[in-house]
């Protein structure tokens, strides 16, 4: 329910949708990059110009939108944001409440080591741990669910030790991705794909064998 994410957050974050408002939290999980976005890329490479990921995503999206031709269905993207420069929703934040994936900030270590330092929090999937990526909300703003159940996530990196070891992995050490793997997961990355979400994003194109 919309309710909540909102119930969470300040009034300037808030989704503009009556609490009872049915939302969907849409994760990508390691095989997107064989299973949609090679498939996407072979199909659609002429009319791919930004970034193939987003558009593979968006491309997805529309096809499930168009499943539900007599209901409104309103689509969010992990990459937009407000003419205020603020994002359009806090991924993080929209799968904890969800139950996707627990998202771990400070304020879930007792004792904070990290005095006056700015520490970013990070979402860990029970089943994936690190290795997937939040990509958007389907909101269906005619579709009321007074009755609907909050599932818990589940706090799967449940000591202290092991919250400030992913915390100080994701902070300081995250481009070696070893926050990934703070928990035992079911299924990581493709060499494939690290090697492609580790290139610069202008590089990306040569990889999928396109052209810029």
Known sequence: KVGWYNAVLQPAFHLPYPDDTLAFVILSTPS?????????VK?????????????CISYHLSRVKEKFPD????????????????????AQTA?????????????????????KKKI?????????????????????????????????????????????????????????GRYRDIIEVKERYSEEQRVYFATPPAERFRLLGLTQ
């Not at 997107?32 to 996407?40: C, I, N, R």
């Not at 199909?43 to 558009?55: A, C, H, L, T, W």
């Not at 139950?99 to 005095?115: F, L, T």
């Open 32 to 40: 997107m990059f064989d299973k949609a976005l090679k498939p996407f």
């Open 43 to 55: 199909k659609e490479r002429s009319k791919i110009i930004r970034d193939p990921v987003d558009q």
């Open 71 to 90: 209901q409104r269905v309103d689509v969010m993207f992990d990459y937009e944001i407000l003419p205020s420069r603020k994002p359009k929703f806090l």
């Open 95 to 115: 799968a904890h409440v969800a139950g996707a994936a627990y998202y771990y900030q400070r304020k879930d270590v007792k004792h904070d080591p990290w005095g």
């Open 120 to 176: 970013y929090g990070v979402c860990i999937h029970p089943k994936y741990g690190g290795w997937f990526a939040i990509r958007g909300l389907l909101l269906f703003p005619d579709i009321q669910v007074l009755f609907l159940e909050q599932p818990a996530p589940v706090d799967c990196v449940s000591t202290e030790e092991k919250r400030v070891e992913l915390l100080e992995q994701f902070n300081f050490h995250w481009q070696d």
